[in-house]
Each structure stands twice: as C-alpha cells, then as structure tokens.
C-alpha cells in the first residue's frame, strides 16, 4: 500500500502489491467505506456519523488507510500532520458551505388562504405531490411513500419546504438545515402550478394542478399514491434521486 489515490472506481482496484475489493456509501449525518484484501484475508471498515459541515468525508480515507498500512505491515504514507490535512498536500481542500438557516417558528405570515394551493400537483414523468392544509393553518406536502414536507410561507409565491418523519435529517440535523425552494405559479388570481427542485440541482419540474372536479376525491385528501404498482415504484425512485443521489455524488466529487 503506502500510495495516495487508491480510492477510485472500480469497486476492484490494486493498491502496489495488494488487491483490493472496495465500497463506500453515504448519506446526511452518515458515511461509510469498506476495504477488503482478500489475498491476505484482512479488511477494514469505518463508519462515521455528525454533521454535513464537519469534513467527514475526507476524515474517512486516512482513518481506513491508516489502519490498512497496520494490518498489512506497510510503512503508513500518512503522519500526524498529513492525516490531519488531508487531501492537503495532493489536492486542493474543498471549501466547506455550510446552511446559514434557521429553523424558524411556523407562522401564516401572507393574506392569500392556504386552502387556495391545496390540491394535487401532476407531472407525466413524476408521482402526484398532494399539498393538504392542516390546523393552524399549516400547508403539508406529500410526495410518495416517505416524503412529507412543511412549507414555509416566504411570499404568496415562494415558501421553504422542510422535510418530517423519516428523512427529517435531510433538511433538520445539526448544520444541514437548507430547506427545499419552491414556487407556486398564479395565473388569474388562481393557484395553478408548482416549481419543485428535482436533480440535478438546476432542473425545476414544473407540476400542474389538477381540477378539482376531476380529482376523484377534495382537494384537501391525501390519495393513496400506490394502488398502481408501477406508480408505487416510480415514487421511490423519485425520492432516491431527489434525496438521497446528491449525498453520494457529493461524496465521490
């Protein structure tokens, strides 16, 4: 070993002298790589946990490379002092942008009723999203199997969207608190499209409002998105790209 830049694709590789089977994976407050050597029958594996700021991911690679320089007897190419630079002196350091958000109270702070942008909102290459108005008043979106959304009101058109349950973390989890950005579009004095933020990070899907006449149920329902089962996968590849492919793209980049 005791070479720098044995960490690229493929998932084998040869490090000088060894063969290395690798993998990596990770997401908001989570990343992981795994090394395997299999003509020596050792491996390593690190997880690391906290927040989205803290340089984890290149903490990773010198904490796994490290230990495989120990188990294969190498003389370890990283010291006290490049350990802690890396990717310094190789590669340029990253600047590290971190969420200037806060989390602020839920408030209806805009004269249009939050009835008007209730509904559902189509888009042929997208699942339904379904925006409910619940007690407060409080508008909900919901996308798929997982995604439930708060939107902020910021003006009648553009509101912040913060994610509950179980991908909360996404936008809530120590400093990683950068909401989605999106925008009603009104024509006539009504409600009648939405700008949602899809990969890449550029590209605005724009979702029409469905007529409530011809929605089969009132505005204010959530629908049982899954009764058709192609829809129901359609849904979860939705939230992988949507959610879960920018983690791992910033990971390898």
Excluded at 38 to 59: C, F, L, M, Q, S
Excluded at 67 to 96: M, V
Excluded at 162 to 189: K, Q
Excluded at 234 to 240: G, H, R, T
């Amino acid at each position: 070993m005791g070479v720098p830049g044995c960490d690229g694709f493929p998932v084998e590789s040869t490090c000088p002298g060894y063969k290395k089977l690798w993998h990596s994976g990770g997401i908001v407050n989570y990343s992981s790589l795994l090394w395997l050597f299999p003509d020596k029958n050792v491996g390593v594996y690190v997880t690391i946990t906290g927040a989205e700021g803290n340089r984890k991911g290149p903490a990773i690679f010198p904490i796994t490379s490290r230990a495989a320089d120990i188990l294969l007897n190498e003389e370890p190419w990283l010291n006290k002092t490049t350990g802690c630079s890396y990717p310094d002196p190789w590669s340029e350091t990253k600047e590290i942008v971190r969420a200037n958000n806060t989390l602020h109270k839920y408030a209806w702070n805009i004269t249009r009723n939050a009835s008007d942008y209730a509904g559902i909102y189509s888009n042929p290459a997208y699942a339904d999203m379904t925006i409910k108005v619940e007690t407060g008043p409080k508008l909900k979106l919901y996308f798929g199997r997982f995604g439930v959304f708060s939107l902020y009101p910021i003006t009648e058109e553009k509101f912040d969207a913060y994610l509950e349950g179980p991908l909360s973390y996404v936008t809530n989890s120590d400093d990683n608190t950068a909401p989605f950005h999106l925008e009603f579009i009104v024509d006539s004095s009504q409600v009648t499209k939405l700008k949602f933020p899809f990969i890449p990070a550029d590209s605005i899907v724009e979702l029409v409002k469905k007529n409530s006449k011809n929605q089969g149920s009132s505005a204010n329902s959530v629908p049982n998105l899954h009764s058709n089962r192609f829809m129901k996968y359609v849904s979860i590849i939705d939230m992988f790209f949507v959610f879960l492919f920018p983690v791992f793209v910033s990971f390898f980049s």
